[in-house]
């Protein structure tokens, strides 16, 4: 039977941090986090990125992210998944997502970790915006476009 | 040309935690976190684990740590390397070693701080002493026991 997981998923309209996981479970012995940060970028019309703002349509992005963790956690045996993702403005050096992930060794941890970042990219239905000092672009790759909102 | 990197190799006498990074260097995306955390295992004779002691030729493993750092940054272009690691007791539930690592993106970030984490475990000069409750053990695995200690 293995230990059950507590998973916390939010959707954010402030930038993410790490939060310590109190009561760390007495079972788990690795903790794998990943944080996401606006990089500062250069664009070779726009200048220097300012910073992203993110929008979801919250209660599709809310469930999708669920989901994942749910799968996440059955699947590498996790004990605590959390997921947060900013919607709104986050400045260059601030994350927008973060996926924090406890097992009971490293491989698990890590394995999670990565799988739940990379599926989070793929799938959640989240847009990036990108302000630039002299101009704004949606970033390529994104699941859907808003209607009405593309550049 | 590389950004450089900053590394930050450090041994505590107290169980670690996560520290933010600031100022994030701008032109990094993404940070990956491990934490090995003592976990409460259960030993057939001896009953629960109460807490881990590590033990470390602090010089040598200074500079074991200071190596491996130096060889991920260069390894996974990484922009901040650091590697936190306890001596003395960690109760079940603390920390006893943080690999920070923060790069461009995510794929590097990861390999970096598996890679790290792997690499201190098989090398560093660092022995682990087990207290149950009902008992003392060294951990099975360590590099090398300190003459007149192994139980």
Redesign the interface.
């Given at each position: 039977m293995p230990d059950p997981c507590t998973i916390d998923v939010r959707i954010l309209e402030h930038p993410v941090?790490?939060v310590?996981i109190e009561?760390?479970p007495?079972?788990?012995?690795?903790?794998?986090?990943?944080?996401?940060?606006?990089?500062?970028d250069v664009h070779p019309r726009h200048g220097t990125l300012a910073r992203l703002s993110y929008h979801a349509y919250v209660p599709l992005a809310r469930r999708t992210l669920d989901e994942l963790a749910e799968h996440a956690a059955e699947k590498f045996q996790c004990q605590v998944v959390r997921i947060h993702h900013a919607v709104g403005e986050v400045p260059?050096?601030?994350?927008s997502v973060l996926v924090q992930v406890v097992c009971?060794h490293?491989a698990k941890?890590?394995e999670a970790?990565?799988f739940l970042?990379d599926r989070l990219k793929a799938t959640a239905p989240i847009w990036k915006q990108e302000l630039w000092t002299d101009g704004t672009t949606w970033s390529e790759g994104t699941p859907v476009l808003p209607e009405g909102d593309a550049s």
């Open positions: 941090e790490v310590t009561p760390f007495p079972r788990a012995g690795a903790e794998c986090v990943f944080l996401g940060r606006t990089r500062g260059v050096g601030a994350a009971g490293r941890a890590f970790c990565r970042i």
